[in-house]
T-cell receptor, first 110, second 112 residues
Framework: TQLLEQSPQFLSIQEGENLTVYCNSS?????LQWYRQEPGEGPVLLVT?????EVKKLKRLTFQFGDARKDSSLHITAAQPGDTGLYLC??????????FGDGTTLTVKP | SQTIHQWPATLVQPVGSPLSLECTVE??????LYWYRQAAGRGLQLLFY??????ISSEVPQNLSASRPQDRQFILSSKKLLLSDSGFYLC???????????FGPGTRLTVL
């Protein structure tokens, strides 16, 4: 059973466009993380959200944690080719252990 | 600063052969350690995690095993590889109950 569902699975856009990807669950998480992974490398942490309704910004990336702490979104403004990668969300299950979604593969074309 | 190493970076093995992948962490003590497997372009499946030397939790039944002979060393093994063992294997570490995990560069395993 996949606890975290990410959508869309694939997204291909032109440079300069905006986009939003989603991470949804029927379970409540005490915290949720977003990672970005480039081919052949390990995932790199982008952000951690812990409070329902929380919004965090990282340059052109905006992350939101749902009020009920069951879902999250990542919005990218004016996407650039360097944003290309696999975006993964992960929810904390218990101390030290997380579950990952299947990710959204983003391609930004110049 | 902390660093995490994995080797080898790539590996091609025949079906039925043994496997040993190694992960080491530097610059921290008593980390939680994790082994994940990732199919191409997909999410991470947790295989094993360890909160201390000799303490291993297995998440899914499979053809693999893990060991932690030293505080900062985590080894993934198999006695006989299957075709389905092919994938990208990632090691990660975290500290205590903190949720941030730091990933190694991964090992690409192809079983032929």
């Amino acid at each position: 059973t996949q606890l975290l569902e990410q959508s869309p699975q694939f997204l291909s856009i032109q440079e300069g466009e905006n986009l939003t990807v989603y991470c949804n669950s029927s379970s409540v998480f005490s915290s949720l993380q977003w990672y970005r992974q480039e081919p052949g490398e390990g995932p790199v942490l982008l952000v951690t959200v812990v409070t329902g309704g929380e919004v965090k910004k990282l340059k052109r990336l905006t992350f939101q944690f749902g009020d009920a702490r069951k879902d999250s979104s990542l919005h990218i403004t004016a996407a650039q080719p360097g944003d290309t990668g696999l975006y993964l969300c992960a929810g904390l299950i218990n101390a030290g252990k997380s579950t990952f979604g299947d990710g959204t593969t983003l391609t930004v074309k110049p | 600063s902390q660093t995490i190493h994995q080797w080898p970076a790539t590996l091609v093995q025949p079906v039925g052969s043994p496997l040993s992948l190694e992960c080491t962490v530097e610059g921290t003590s008593n980390p939680n350690l994790y082994w994940y497997r990732q199919a191409a372009g997909r999410g991470l499946q947790l295989l094993f995690y360890s909160v201390g030397i000799g303490q291993i939790s297995s998440e899914v039944p499979q053809n693999l095993s893990a060991s932690r002979p030293q505080d900062r060393q985590f080894i993934l093994s198999s006695k006989k590889l299957l075709l389905s063992d092919s994938g990208f294997y990632l090691c990660a570490w975290s500290l205590g109950s903190t949720i941030t995990q730091y990933f190694g560069p991964g090992t690409r395993l192809t079983v032929l």
